[in-house]
C-alpha cells in the first residue's frame, strides 16, 4: 500500500495535469475507447463507461493556465471559467477527447457549447438539459432521454450498444466511489487535523480525470490511511463553503480558509462528484431510470437546481448542523449569476436562523488572498470568542 504521502502527490499531479495525459493513455490502451470531457457541475459518468468510454472532468486552468486567446470570446462581466477552457481547447490540450457535454449550469455554459460546435472542436457537443421539474414521470423521462442522445453519439463512434449489465457495472463502481469519498468527509466530521481539505480536493478531483477503477483503489487506501489517529488538532472552528460549485477557487485560496483558523468541514467544490447522495440501484432492469431516479429524489442541493418544493436555504441548513459547523462561507466566483443570486436567499434565511456567515468573491486566477485571509480569520475569531453567545449581529 502506498503512503498516504505517495496518493496526495499522485492526485496532486493528476487533478492539475492540463494535458489529461492519464485519459489519453487510457484511450490508445484499446481500440474503441472514448473521451468524453464534461464541464461542471454535474454529468451521469456511469453513461460513458458502460459504452466504453471515460467520462473526463474539464474544470478550465485555474491559475496554471495564462488567458490570451479566451479573452477575445468573452466580455469582462463574464466569469473566469469559460475563457480558460476555451483556450484549454484552442492550445489542443483537449485534442483527444471526442466529445463534450455542457451541462445546463447557466447562459455562459450554454454560449461556451455554441463557441465548441462553431470551432468544430470534437466529434460531438452536447449541452444536456438536466429536468427542473422532480416528477419522475416528467423530468424523470426527459432526463433518460438526454441521457439516451449522449449515448447515440457515442455510438455513432464507436459502434457500442450499451447493456443493461455495464450499466448496472458502471453504477456500482461509482456507488464505491461516492460511498468512500462519503466516508473521508464523514471522518472529516470528526478528525479533520487528519486530512487538510486541500488534500481532501485533490484526491476528489483527480478521480474525474482517471478511470474509476484507479481511482477507487486510491480512495480504498485513503480510507485505510485515516483511520489511524493521525495528525494534530489545532483551535479551528468547523464551516460549510457554500458557492463554489462551478468555477473552481485557486488552491491558495482553498488553504487560506484553513490557514485562518477554519476547518472546512463540508464543501461543494467539485460537486458533481457528490451530487447522487447514497447508491443508485446497481440491479435494476432499467438502470437509466435508476440513474435518472437518483437525480430526482437523491441528488445534492446546488445553486443550478431550482426545486421549488424543497428550498436549498434549508438543505443547506441541514448539512451545517448535520456536520457540527458553527459557520457558513459563502465563496462564488465573480460574475456567477447563479451563485449571486442566491446568496441574498441564504443570507436572509440565516440570519432568522442564527447561522453566522461571512461572504466574498474569488476568480479562478486569483493569486492575491491576504485580504480574504484576514477576512476569514476575523471571521473565525469572532466565533470563537462569542460562539456560547445568542447571535445578534451577522458579521
Request: proline share 4%; net charge negative; aromatic share 12%.
Given at each position: ?10 492526485c496532486?499531479?493528476q487533478?492539475?495535469d492540463?494535458?489529461?495525459t ?6 490508445l ?11 461542471p ?18 474544470f478550465?486552468?485555474?491559475d ?24 484549454l ?15 445546463s449550469i ?22 444536456m ?8 414521470e416528467?423530468?424523470g423521462?426527459?432526463y ?8 447515440k453519439y457515442?455510438?455513432?463512434?464507436n459502434?457500442?450498444?450499451?447493456t443493461i ?14 460511498k468512500?469519498?462519503?466516508?473521508i468527509?464523514?471522518?472529516r ?7 487538510s481539505i ?16 484507479e481511482h ?13 489517529n493521525i ?14 460549485f462551478?468555477?473552481?477557487p485557486a ?16 464543501d ?9 447522495l ?8 432499467n ?8 437525480y430526482?429524489?437523491?441528488s ?5 437546481i431550482?426545486?421549488v418544493?424543497?428550498?436549498k ?8 448542523e ?8 459563502f ?8 451563485s449571486?443570486?442566491d446568496?441574498?436567499i ?6 432568522k ?13 486569483i493569486?492575491?488572498y ?6 476569514v ?17 451577522v458579521?
Amino acid at each position: 500500500m502506498k503512503t498516504l504521502k505517495e496518493i496526495i502527490d499522485i492526485c496532486k499531479f493528476q487533478a492539475f495535469d492540463l494535458n489529461f495525459t492519464r485519459a489519453k493513455e487510457w484511450k490508445l490502451e484499446k481500440d474503441g475507447r472514448v473521451l468524453v470531457g464534461y464541464m461542471p457541475i454535474y454529468f451521469p459518468r456511469e453513461i460513458i463507461h458502460a459504452a466504453g468510454g471515460m467520462a473526463v472532468g474539464i474544470f478550465g486552468g485555474g491559475d496554471r493556465k495564462q488567458i490570451i486567446k479566451g479573452d477575445a470570446y468573452y466580455q469582462s462581466y463574464i466569469c473566469h471559467i469559460p475563457r480558460s477552457i476555451i483556450e484549454l481547447a484552442l492550445d489542443k490540450h483537449m485534442a483527444h477527447f471526442d466529445g463534450f457535454i455542457f451541462p445546463s449550469i447557466c447562459d455562459v455554459i450554454r454560449n461556451l457549447s455554441g463557441i465548441f460546435k462553431q470551432q468544430k472542436i470534437g466529434k460531438f457537443v452536447k449541452y444536456m438539459d438536466f429536468p427542473q421539474n422532480f416528477l419522475p414521470e416528467i423530468g424523470g423521462v426527459f432526463y433518460q432521454q438526454e441521457m439516451q442522445h449522449v449515448l447515440k453519439y457515442i455510438k455513432e463512434i464507436n459502434g457500442i450498444d450499451v447493456t443493461i449489465d455495464a450499466l448496472n457495472h458502471a453504477i456500482d463502481l461509482y456507488n464505491k466511489n461516492r460511498k468512500m469519498i462519503s466516508y473521508i468527509y464523514n471522518i472529516r466530521q470528526d478528525f479533520p487535523w487528519r486530512l487538510s481539505i486541500e488534500d481532501v480536493y485533490y484526491i476528489v478531483r483527480a478521480g474525474t480525470v482517471m478511470p474509476v477503477e484507479e481511482h477507487n483503489e486510491l480512495l480504498e487506501q485513503v480510507c485505510e490511511h485515516i483511520k489511524e489517529n493521525i495528525g494534530v488538532p489545532q483551535d479551528k472552528i468547523k464551516v460549510v463553503i457554500s458557492g463554489a460549485f462551478c468555477e473552481q477557487p485557486a488552491i491558495g485560496l482553498i488553504k487560506a480558509i484553513e490557514e485562518a483558523g477554519c476547518y472546512v468541514v463540508d464543501d461543494d467544490y467539485m460537486l458533481g462528484s457528490r451530487m447522487i447522495l447514497g447508491d443508485i440501484d446497481a440491479s435494476s432492469n432499467n438502470p437509466l431510470e435508476a440513474i435518472s431516479n437518483s437525480y430526482i429524489k437523491q441528488s445534492q442541493y446546488s445553486s443550478s437546481i431550482y426545486d421549488v418544493n424543497n428550498p436549498k436555504e434549508y438543505r443547506l441548513a441541514k448539512i451545517v448542523e448535520s456536520r457540527g459547523a458553527t459557520g457558513v462561507i459563502f465563496a462564488a466566483a465573480s460574475f456567477c449569476d447563479p451563485s449571486l443570486l442566491d446568496a441574498p436567499i441564504f443570507q436572509n434565511a440565516f440570519n432568522k436562523m442564527g447561522i453566522r456567515y461571512i461572504s466574498f468573491q474569488y476568480s479562478e486566477n486569483i493569486n492575491q488572498y491576504k485580504v480574504i485571509k484576514e477576512q476569514v480569520g476575523a471571521f473565525s475569531d469572532s466565533i470563537k470568542l462569542w460562539e456560547d453567545e445568542p447571535v445578534t449581529a451577522v458579521i
